[in-house]
């Protein structure tokens, strides 16, 4: 592979003895090699598109996409170049499919919901850019992330910006209730990001911790992009409260999936770094669950293992798979879902309704069946 590599950039004019202060093309291989290193054998299967967007979503989805990236005509031309990387990175773009298809439900697909999803999108870019200056991460979506390309003060800087504009187009929005919703929800997610950082390398934290952090980091931003556009067209409050069920159910329970991901599944599939939980001391459900479930001997061992500097991240996740980590962690996920199916039989039976509940028995089905074994 390495000489493959070293023959495409020949191909291309590149010769490497000529380029030495621009990079170590060796040291850089090793870094490559390194990092594929922490795809497992024993992984999830690979993931369906339980969205699965209709002619309909996908068109409102491609206008919502079109609106993202023209907020960053807004910034200063000095910081524009800086916005559009961050909000091209693209991505599966759930939260604004979840506003959009609770905003269908609510009443229909009209520019304020339009609006909205691109508020909660941007939150939640300014939070991933967040997330990887914290991680140290290198690859988010299958290309460099801010921090690998301009470093944490600027990457710091433009999450903070990201995070500032989409509250700004909040307060545009007609019901004032709604910029208090979307701030809540901002703030609730930095709570939870607080809480886990405080509890990194914690080998007391409880599944019910995990749970907790989980509920303000991911739950926060999926709760209020399936409740807001209730609000947003005055629907009644046992409607806005299922709603609000809804989306929290459904964050946790995509939380835990990706959680799961980041140490069962591929750097491919996902586009990203995984193992970053492991290594910065982030426990997740399922090794929260082996800690806690295997005899004491074991669980001692795992622990030493979890600690040490530049622990083996494959070991610890068989160990973890053997333990029934994955098991239990994609059957929590699952209840949570059918949790979530019992709310949208609040929001009615239609058609409407039909779309977000194909899409929450798309994702169960999935994990009911996720763990290769």
């Not at 690979?46 to 209709?54: E, S």
């Not at 911790?209 to 009644?236: C, Q």
């Not at 039976?349 to 996720?370: H, I, N, P, Q, S």
Request: charged content about 30%.
């Amino acid at each position: 592979m390495k000489t493959k590599i070293k023959e495409g950039l020949s191909f291309l004019g590149w010769r490497l003895s000529a380029l030495p202060l621009l990079f170590d093309f060796d040291g850089l291989f090793s870094r490559f090699l390194e990092m594929r290193s922490v795809v497992r054998k024993a992984g999830l299967r690979p993931r369906p598109d339980w969205i699965r967007a209709n002619r309909g979503l996908d068109l409102e989805l491609k206008e919502v996409e079109r609106r993202i990236l023209h907020q960053a005509t807004l910034f200063d031309p000095g910081a524009e170049t800086y916005v559009r990387y961050a909000l091209e990175g693209g991505g599966k773009r759930l939260r604004p499919a979840l506003v959009l298809l609770a905003g269908q439900v609510a009443g229909e697909r009209n520019d304020p919901i339009r609006d909205l999803a691109v508020i909660v999108e941007l939150v939640h870019v300014a939070s991933l850019i967040h997330d990887d200056v914290l991680d140290r991460a290198d690859l988010r979506r299958a290309r460099a992330t801010c921090n690998a390309k301009w470093g944490t003060e600027l990457s710091v800087l433009l999450g903070d910006a990201l995070f500032a504009h989409g509250l700004q187009l909040a307060t545009r929005l007609e019901d004032p209730e709604v910029a208090r919703r979307i701030a809540e929800a901002s703030r609730n997610l930095c709570e939870g990001e607080i809480l886990q950082t405080q509890r990194r390398f914690d080998l007391k934290m409880t599944t019910g911790d995990y749970l907790h952090v989980v509920g303000l980091k991911t739950g926060a931003l999926f709760r209020a992009a399936a409740e807001v556009p209730f609000l947003i067209f005055k629907a009644a409050e046992v409607k806005r409260e299922a709603a609000r069920s809804f989306g929290h159910q459904l964050g946790m329970a995509y939380q835990i999936y990706d959680d799961c991901l980041d140490l069962f599944g591929t750097d491919e599939e996902s586009g990203k770094t995984l193992g970053t939980d492991l290594r910065k001391g982030k426990w997740t459900l399922p090794v929260l669950h082996a800690l806690q479930t295997l005899p004491k001997g074991e669980s001692e061992k795992l622990r030493m293992q979890l600690v040490q500097e530049n622990g083996e991240i494959e070991g610890v996740a068989e160990k973890v798979r053997q333990a029934g980590g994955l098991k239990f962690s994609l059957r929590k996920a699952v209840d949570l879902l059918e949790r979530a199916k019992g709310d949208l039989k609040v929001l009615g039976d239609g058609e409407k309704v039909g779309e977000l509940m194909g899409m929450t028995e798309r994702l169960t089905d999935y994990l009911k069946t996720a763990d290769h074994d």
